[in-house]
């Protein structure tokens, strides 16, 4: 039996939440693909840029990541 872990609302680091996202993949490729679904997304890439996002940031804050589960679902 599986256990189940409930994703915590927290600051992430980007390489964490990408691998979270992505365990399979290496660090480098996980976090290059979290990066393009944001980019895809629209209305996820316009709601970061609201709330501060910077691409030179290593991490995302509570509300960046509450933001990304919105538009992505939980990792």
């Known amino acids: 039996m599986e256990e189940e ?3 915590i ?3 992430y ?3 964490e939440l990408a691998h979270l996202y ?3 993949m290496p660090l480098v490729s ?3 693909k979290l990066r393009q679904w944001i980019r895809r ?3 996820l890439s316009s709601a970061l840029a609201e709330a501060g996002e910077n691409k030179r940031d ?3 804050p509570p509300l960046q990541v509450r ?3 919105r538009y992505l679902g939980e990792p």
């Open 5 to 7: 872990h409930k994703f």
């Open 9 to 11: 609302i927290r600051t």
């Open 13 to 15: 680091s980007k390489a």
């Open 22 to 24: 992505n365990p399979d």
């Open 30 to 32: 996980a976090m290059r």
């Open 41 to 43: 997304n629209k209305q």
């Open 58 to 60: 290593h991490s995302y």
């Open 67 to 69: 933001l990304i589960t």
